[in-house]
């Protein structure tokens, strides 16, 4: 006869036996639903990179800016895309999406071209291009009909061994025409204050977000201001960018932009009247500085100074003759911009460029003299620039381009 402690005990055990298999039962099971959402997870990932690549290929397809959606493999994982222009860039937000799992990557995205670069394209106005010193230019150009010659600016008081490397073309009075670069607005905003920014230091807007305009009213500093992403800072006056100020991927727009000296950022610039850019500032890629064309009759200027380096591009654009005289882009010594530089107007040349060089007209200062259509010691190099470089899209878009990834925005 089984006493009644016995029984007692064997209850016991067997409520322990039920529990610990109830229990590993359970972890099992946590196991394969995390190890499913894993597998899912890592599926969406590759999807999204797959996505990606498809769009960056066949980009063209997706002009509009409104969401898209892609079933790549028709198996149910869905990949949906959201174009926007962002200054003379694009954003481009894509996310894998399976019932409740969601991936998301966004990128500054550019196109590439496949066709030739030029090293030079400098309008015909009746006069050779003059080089000089140690002026190098490598690629092929585009020049007036009595295309260039050597000259001797300085005398003996340097070295005189300028080179042009490359086959020459015929231009004409214009240059070649491009988009207008004009500053396209989101169609989702929202504005805020300058002082609110400088509450909650640093700050970043994600570009899933509606984009942050910032107004400045006359006098406002961006001194100490550490912000990035979707930002767009503007001002009637103008604005002053110093070496205590923190900015990635903002647009600048306001009358007059004076970057100080020792700045270092990626920015893109858009200004009505002029850009002065001090010494030893870097604007990292992606960075560029435009200035449209205008009807208004004043002077505009883009001044670099030395020791800069500018990744990306910059653009001053005229219409008419007149404006196209009263346009001016400096670039001196020392200084790089690796890009392209399009100036409807007069440049003087004493830095390098790496990329592409349109130009009106050319000029050189001295202290005593001014010469036409001189380069004296510049640098332009069409042939160095990296091959999936992106450039700026100062030509529309061209059959047979790709796109291609500038920067991971997450």
């Known amino acids: 006869m089984i006493k009644a402690g016995s029984l007692l005990y064997a209850i016991y055990v067997c409520l322990i036996i039920a529990i610990l298999s109830g229990g590993l039962i359970y972890i099992f099971t946590i196991n394969k639903t995390l190890a499913t959402r ?51 860039y694009a954003t481009l937000m894509g996310k894998a999406i399976f019932k409740k799992d969601t991936v998301e990557k966004k990128y500054i995205i550019g196109e590439v071209t496949n066709k030739e670069i030029k090293a030079l394209y400098l309008s015909d106005f009746g006069e050779e291009l003059k080089i000089s010193g140690t002026t190098l230019i490598k690629g092929n150009v585009v020049l007036p009909k009595k295309r260039y010659k050597v000259v001797n600016i300085l005398g003996n008081q340097q070295a005189n061994n300028p080179k042009l490397e490359g086959v020459i073309g015929v231009s004409s009075k214009n240059l070649p025409k491009i988009i207008s670069p004009k500053l396209q607005y989101p169609n989702d905003i929202v504005e805020i204050t300058l002082s609110k920014l400088k509450e909650n230091q640093p700050v970043y807007r994600g570009f899933q977000k509606s984009t942050a305009v910032v107004y400045l009213d006359k006098g406002e500093s961006l001194d100490r201001v ?47 009247k002029g850009v002065e850019v001090e010494s030893n500032v870097k604007l990292l890629y992606p960075s560029c500085i435009v200035i449209e064309s205008s009807t208004r009759d004043y002077e505009k200027e883009i001044n670099i100074g030395e020791d800069v380096e500018i990744y990306g591009g910059i653009v001053i654009n005229g219409s008419s003759f007149r404006e196209k005289q009263n346009n001016f882009l400096v670039l001196n010594e020392n200084s790089l911009v690796v890009g392209d530089v399009y100036c409807n107007g007069i440049m003087e040349l004493k830095g390098s460029v790496l990329g592409s060089v349109y130009t009106h007209k050319l000029q050189l200062k001295t202290k005593s003299s001014k010469y036409a259509d001189v380069i004296l010691n510049g640098t332009i190099d069409a042939l160095g620039i990296p091959n999936n470089f992106v450039r700026l899209p100062l030509f529309g878009s061209i059959e047979g381009n790709r796109f291609e990834r500038v920067k991971n925005i997450q």
């Open 38 to 88: 894993q597998s899912v997870k890592e599926q969406l990932i590759d999807r999204c990179d797959s996505c990606f690549n498809y769009f960056l290929i066949n980009g063209k397809s997706f002009d509009k800016t409104e969401t898209q959606k892609i079933d790549l493999f028709e198996d149910g994982l869905v990949c949906e895309f959201t174009k926007e222009r962002w200054g003379m």
């Open 226 to 272: 550490n912000i990035k992403g979707n930002f767009i800072l503007k001002s009637r006056d103008t604005i002053h960018i110093d070496d205590t100020t923190k900015i990635e991927d903002v647009i600048i727009q306001a009358p007059k932009v004076v970057v100080e000296e020792g700045f270092e950022g990626s920015i893109q610039i858009y200004a009505e």
